[in-house]
């Protein structure tokens, strides 16, 4: 299986995190930060992914460093996990509705980091944390992950349900992406190369 273990510690974040790329879609999450715990819980059983998160983090100050530092760890567990790319597929895109809100993620395993975020949000707090953690937590995944991420949700009322379809469908897309082409020889691209 591919797999990674990240550990990161600083001052500000304590975390352990385990991703298996070819798992079955089960979520052991526990950051102190119930909204990411729920997002991330989405994301690895839609893409049926083994995601293992332990995190303790300064949220007395506030949710930002736990957030942003556990996006860190997503990101650099994929790019290990994923070795030099050989094989995959690279490219993937999915849509996903939630009751009234529809989120789209597209994404390129290409090993070049870029992001691009395109939602609205309509109230002050998420979850009890800042919606904008939520587009934050994407661009520093793409960044670690080495991929390029679009993230749009193309309409909705209800931020909740929103940031839902964004990780329900970056799971999917990321599932799609990351399986093994069994016609592809050595690394997606005619440069020979991912890095």
């Not at 790019?79 to 993620?105: K, N, Q």
């Not at 993230?151 to 209800?158: E, F, I, K, S, T």
């Not at 082409?181 to 690394?187: A, I, L």
Request: aromatic share 6%.
């Amino acid at each position: 299986m591919r797999t990674a273990i990240i550990n990161r510690k600083t001052g500000e974040t304590d975390i352990h995190l385990t991703l298996a790329l070819d798992g079955r879609g089960v979520a052991d999450v526990t950051t102190g930060v119930g909204f990411l715990d729920h997002m991330l819980t989405l994301f690895a059983h839609h893409g049926l992914f083994d995601l293992a998160v332990r995190a303790t983090g300064d949220l007395h100050v506030d949710a930002h460093h736990t957030v942003e530092d556990v996006a860190i760890c997503l990101g650099q567990a994929l790019d290990r996990a994923l070795g030099d790319r050989a094989g995959i597929v690279r490219t993937a895109h999915s849509y996903v509705p939630m009751d009234e809100a529809l989120g789209f993620v597209a994404v390129d395993l290409s090993g070049r980091p870029y992001a691009v975020i395109d939602v609205t949000w309509h109230t002050p707090s998420l979850g009890g944390i800042d919606p904008d953690l939520v587009r934050h937590f994407l661009e520093t995944v793409a960044v670690h992950g080495k991929l390029n991420l679009h993230a749009r949700v193309l309409y909705g009322r209800n931020d909740h349900h929103q940031a839902e379809a964004l990780f329900k469908a970056l799971g999917r897309a990321l599932d799609a992406a990351t399986q093994i082409d069994p016609r592809r020889q050595g690394v997606p691209s005619t440069k020979g190369t991912l890095a």
